[in-house]
C-alpha cells in the first residue's frame, strides 16, 4: 500500500459565503498525535471552534510513542512542529500524552513564536472528586516515566492511593480501529475489573487513543467509577490560546489530515473513529 502523506480536506460551512480573509493571513490551528488517537482531541477542538482552520498530522510511521525513548519523541515531535508551522499554523496542539511529556516544554523553547498546547492526564479533578481515595491513571510507559505526571501525581495525588496502569494493547487497537470486538472488550475488562475491585472510583485517561474505548470502559464500570477525558479541558485552553494569538475564524474552514503512515488504512479507520466526517480525501508525496 502506499506510504504517502494523506491530506484530507473538507469544508466546515457553507462555502458559498467569502471569506474576508485569506487563509494565510487567518492562521490555522495544527494538532499531532502518533497515531488516531489524537482525533479525540480533534474531536473536541472543532466543536469549540468549528469556524477555524484546523491541520491534523499523524504520525503512523512511528506509532506507537510509548516505547521510544524522549530524545526521540523530541526529535519525532520538533519535525511535524516545523512541518505544521510551514502550514501557517501559529497554534499547536500536542494531542498525545507521550508527546507532551517528552516534548512540550522542549517545543516551547525551540518555538517561541508559536503557542502550544498540551496534554496532561485529569489527576487533579479526578484527587477533588474521588470518595473512596483511590484514583487511576491509564497511560503508556512514556507518560507515566515522564517529568509532567510526576509533577502532577507530587501536587495533586500525595494523600490519595494512586494507582497506575499501562495497557499494552489498547494503542495497537484503535490503530486499526478494533474498538468493539469481543477481543477489544476482553482485553478492557482485564484492565478495568481489577481497578473496580480495588475500589478505584476515578479513571483519567492519559493517552489520546483511549477515549475511543471509554464507552466499553463504562459499560464494564456501570456506574462504580467516573471516567475523566481531558479532551475537553484542552479544547476549552486552545480557545483561550487562540483568542490570545487572535486567530480569525471563518466560514470557509478548512480541516485538513496527514498521515506519514499508510493512506488507506489511515482514511478507513478515521471513517469509523468519527463517523459523521464528511471528509474528501487527497493525498501528497512525503
Given at each position: ?122 489527576v487533579k479533578p ?85 477515549p475511543f474505548l ?73
Open positions: 500500500m502506499s506510504r504517502a502523506r494523506a491530506s484530507i480536506v473538507r469544508n466546515a460551512t457553507n462555502t458559498s459565503l467569502p471569506s474576508p480573509l485569506s487563509q494565510w493571513e487567518r492562521g490555522r490551528i495544527g494538532l499531532f498525535d502518533s497515531g488516531v488517537g489524537g482525533l479525540s482531541v480533534w474531536r473536541a477542538v472543532t466543536r469549540e471552534l468549528p469556524d477555524y482552520d484546523l491541520v491534523y498530522f499523524a504520525d503512523q510511521k512511528y506509532c506507537p510513542y510509548g516505547s521510544r525513548p524522549p530524545q526521540e519523541i523530541r526529535a519525532l515531535s520538533s519535525r511535524i512542529a516545523k512541518f505544521l508551522i510551514e502550514q501557517n499554523c501559529r497554534v499547536i496542539v500536542v494531542a498525545c500524552n507521550t508527546a507532551s511529556a517528552a516534548a512540550l516544554y522542549f517545543l516551547r523553547e525551540t518555538f517561541p513564536d508559536v503557542s502550544f498546547v498540551g496534554m496532561e492526564p485529569a479526578a484527587a477533588s472528586a474521588t470518595r473512596s481515595g483511590k484514583i487511576a491513571v491509564l497511560a503508556t510507559r512514556g507518560t507515566l516515566d515522564g517529568e509532567l505526571f510526576g509533577n502532577t501525581r507530587e501536587e495533586f495525588a500525595r494523600e490519595i492511593q494512586l494507582f497506575t496502569v499501562y495497557p499494552t494493547d489498547w494503542v495497537e487497537r484503535v490503530e486499526r480501529g478494533d474498538i468493539d470486538s469481543p477481543e477489544t472488550f476482553s482485553s478492557v475488562r482485564a484492565v478495568i475489573q481489577p481497578l473496580l475491585d480495588a475500589g478505584v472510583d476515578e479513571i483519567a485517561l492519559g493517552c489520546t487513543h483511549y471509554a464507552p466499553l470502559i463504562e459499560k464494564i464500570a456501570d456506574g462504580r467509577a467516573t471516567i475523566l477525558d481531558p479532551s475537553d479541558a484542552v479544547a476549552k485552553q486552545t480557545v483561550r490560546v487562540v483568542a490570545a494569538r487572535d486567530l480569525s475564524s471563518s466560514r470557509s474552514a478548512t480541516q485538513t489530515f496527514y498521515t506519514s503512515g499508510d493512506v488507506s488504512e489511515f482514511t478507513r479507520v478515521s471513517r469509523k473513529l468519527l463517523p459523521a466526517q464528511d471528509a474528501q480525501f487527497n493525498f501528497s508525496p512525503l
